[in-house]
């Protein structure tokens, strides 16, 4: 497709299990960003990649979150042993170079 | 570190109406760039109007303008003959100019149409 793609749109899933939430951008974006949106809030920054640079990780609220971009195109984001405060929508968006950010329509976790 | 203040959690409007949406943030970069994103329902977040800060001209977008006052620090938009599809959560956002950096986001402005 010609946007960003995020995969599964929704998920639920237990207090202490692990989830991977995928992110596939637009070809020939080199920047992918995620962000966390938590109900009645705006965007808070978790992570970005830019080109073959090491990420920038200053946003990961904690150890038990993880990102990985393979081949400089889809990424996964991975929260292991989650918790309830995590429950939130999770947006992924890529950038061309000198362009602005596109966004995906957004992963929704629940944490039961 | 920026921070970007919208102060109107809700605001409404009739159909056809004009409305200004308040946008404030604080940053010590000269060069920069200011966004205002739409998200409906459906959750896509929808680039609706940029401007780049070194701009003084505000930029246009069919109904959407924005009043740009770059020495005091705000960055208004304004949609013209408001439509019901208009609404949405509104976010106001910025981005420094240089590298790759993250958006930074205000809290957003939830617009209501009204018939």
């Not at chain 1, 979150?65 to 995590?86: K, N, P, Y």
């Not at chain 2, 938009?77 to 590298?99: H, R």
Request: aromatic content about 10%; proline content about 5%; overall charge neutral.
């Amino acid at each position: 497709g010609a946007g960003v793609s995020q995969s599964p749109s929704n998920k639920v899933t237990e207090k202490g299990k692990d989830v991977e939430l995928r992110c596939d951008p637009i070809s020939g974006h080199t920047a992918l960003y995620w962000y966390r949106q938590s109900l009645g809030q705006g965007l808070e920054f978790l992570i970005y990649f830019q080109g073959n640079s090491a990420p920038d990780k200053s946003g990961l609220p904690s150890d038990r979150f993880s990102a990985e971009r393979t081949g400089g195109s889809v990424s996964t984001l991975t929260i292991q042993r989650t918790q309830q405060e995590d429950s939130a929508v999770y947006l992924c968006a890529s950038r061309p170079p000198g362009g602005p950010q596109h966004f995906g329509d957004g992963t929704r976790l629940s944490i039961l | 570190a920026q921070t970007v203040t919208q102060s109107q959690p809700e605001m409404s409007v009739q159909e056809a109406e004009t409305v200004t949406l308040s946008c404030t943030y604080d940053t010590s970069e000269s060069n920069y760039y200011l966004f205002w994103y739409k998200q409906p329902p459906s959750r896509q977040m929808i680039l609706v109007i940029r401007q780049e800060a070194y701009k003084q001209q505000n930029a246009t977008e069919n109904r959407f303008s924005v009043n740009f006052q770059k020495a005091a620090k705000s960055f208004s938009l304004k949609i013209s003959d408001s439509q019901l599809g208009d609404t949405a959560m509104y976010f106001c956002a910025f981005m420094k100019e240089e590298g790759n950096t993250p958006l930074v986001f205000g809290k957003g402005t939830r617009l209501s149409v009204i018939a």
